[in-house]
């Protein structure tokens, strides 16, 4: 019996789960620039790069269910990884006490729609070679 070709791996959810993290990741920097004028504000940051990493290299040591009817609480997978906002309030005591930078946050800003971008192609590249392989090559 031949094995079967798994076409679908993992990558399609990681890259998946990268785009939906880089997503919440522009709107937490848009939120921080937006509120950049407002008293008190204090900046957040979405962290979810070493938990990413973390389920990834977690593949071996994720429970398995031996019957269909088990139910599945792996939960280490890539899927479940969920970002925590920190918030960093500013401790110098100067003005209105906002810690935004908005020259750090625009930096944070491009950063972050490199790797949006980047990951896009990489998931395009991903479907390009599903749709050759499915049209047998032409």
Same mark, same amino acid.
């Given at each position: 019996?031949?094995?079967?070709?798994?076409?679908?791996?993992?990558?399609?959810?990681?890259?998946?789960?990268?785009?939906?993290?880089?997503?919440?990741?522009?709107?937490?920097?848009?939120?921080?620039?937006? +509120?950049?004028?407002?008293?008190?504000?204090?900046?957040?940051? %979405?962290?979810?790069? /070493?938990? #990413?990493?973390? $389920?990834?290299?977690?593949?071996?040591?994720?429970?398995?269910?031996?019957?269909?009817?088990?139910?599945?609480?792996?939960?280490?997978?890539?899927?479940?990884?969920?970002?925590?906002?920190?918030?960093?309030?500013?401790?110098?005591?100067?003005?209105?006490? +906002?810690?935004?930078?908005?020259?750090?946050?625009?930096?944070? %800003?491009?950063?972050? /729609?490199? #790797?949006?971008? $980047?990951?896009?192609?990489?998931?395009?590249?991903?479907?390009?070679?599903?749709?050759?392989?499915?049209?047998?090559?032409?």
């Amino acid at each position: 019996m031949m094995p079967k070709a798994n076409l679908f791996d993992n990558s399609l959810t990681l890259l998946q789960k990268v785009l939906d993290l880089r997503l919440q990741n522009q709107q937490t920097i848009a939120s921080n620039i937006a +509120n950049a004028d407002t008293p008190g504000y204090a900046p957040a940051r %979405l962290e979810f790069e /070493q938990k #990413l990493q973390r $389920a990834v290299n977690n593949k071996e040591n994720k429970p398995t269910t031996t019957h269909p009817a088990h139910i599945n609480i792996g939960g280490g997978g890539v899927e479940s990884v969920q970002g925590t906002i920190i918030r960093t309030p500013d401790k110098t005591g100067i003005g209105d006490r +906002n810690g935004v930078s908005v020259d750090q946050e625009m930096v944070a %800003l491009a950063e972050n /729609q490199l #790797l949006y971008e $980047a990951t896009t192609q990489m998931l395009k590249k991903k479907l390009g070679l599903l749709k050759y392989v499915a049209q047998d090559g032409r």
